[in-house]
T-cell receptor
Framework: GAGVSQSPRYKVTKRGQDVALRCDPI?????LYWYRQALGQGPEFLTY????????KSGLPNDRFSAERPEGSISTLTIQRTEQRDSAMYRC????????????FGPGTRLTVT | AQSVTQPDIHITVSEGASLELRCNYS??????LFWYVQSPGQGLQLLLK??????LVQGIKGFEAEFKRSQSSFNLRKPSVHWSDAAEYFC???????????FGTGTRLQVFP
């Protein structure tokens, strides 16, 4: 079946603009996760949802970052007033129920803030 | 706090040689443990996972990993490496009371013919 998809795959934006990154999880997966990966590093947790409820947003760096999953399927990660330090690969993952069943990652969105 | 250490940033092996990638974790109880592989331009692919039971787990692509509680390790092994195994490998730990994964910084594997 189809895996996790993310769009856009690449996004270049100017400092100060808002961006919205989309994640479409594997059909039927309950849990959805957002991670950020800097060059040369492993992914770093941002936030996650079970169905439409945001369970943990402790990894969001500041209040410019927000995420939603209004119908329990597709999720959007929004970054307001982007800064150069926001440049990274943003990865989405989904899981059938919880981590014990493994998280399955999408291809990521490469964000570059100029 | 949970943490993961992958001591080897870069490893080079010859095709057909055996491979062991090291992973050490810090966690107060028995964690969930994972290995992921990231090929250039690709997403992270789950190789294998450990939750409980048999400490030697088999994964895809001929990989296996062994959980050693006494050493807080979860090393990844493959008896004979193929050129297509060249990629970056990430070890990750998950706590049993949360759903977030903590990743190591990765080990880049280079395979020479």
């Amino acid at each position: 079946g189809a895996g996790v998809s993310q769009s856009p795959r690449y996004k270049v934006t100017k400092r100060g603009q808002d961006v919205a990154l989309r994640c479409d999880p594997i059909s039927g997966h309950v849990s959805l996760y957002w991670y950020r990966q800097a060059l040369g590093q492993g992914p770093e947790f941002l936030t996650y949802f079970n169905y439409e409820a945001q369970q943990d947003k402790s990894g969001l760096p500041n209040d410019r970052f927000s995420a939603e999953r209004p119908e329990g399927s597709i999720s959007t990660l929004t970054i307001q007033r982007t800064e150069q330090r926001d440049s990274a690969m943003y990865r989405c993952a989904s899981s059938p129920r919880a981590t014990d069943l493994g998280q399955y990652f999408g291809p990521g969105t490469r964000l570059t803030v100029t | 706090a949970q943490s993961v250490t992958q001591p080897d940033i870069h490893i080079t092996v010859s095709e057909g040689a055996s491979l062991e990638l090291r992973c050490n974790y810090s966690y107060g109880a028995t964690p969930y443990l994972f290995w992921y592989v990231q090929s250039p331009g690709q997403g992270l692919q789950l190789l294998l996972k450990y939750f409980s039971g048999d400490t030697l787990v088999q994964g895809i692509k001929g990989f296996e990993a062994e959980f050693k509680r006494s050493q807080s390790s979860f090393n990844l092994r493959k008896p004979s490496v193929h050129w297509s195994d060249a990629a970056e490998y990430f070890c990750a730990v998950g706590a049993r009371n949360t759903d977030k994964l903590i990743f190591g910084t990765g080990t880049r594997l280079q395979v020479f013919p």
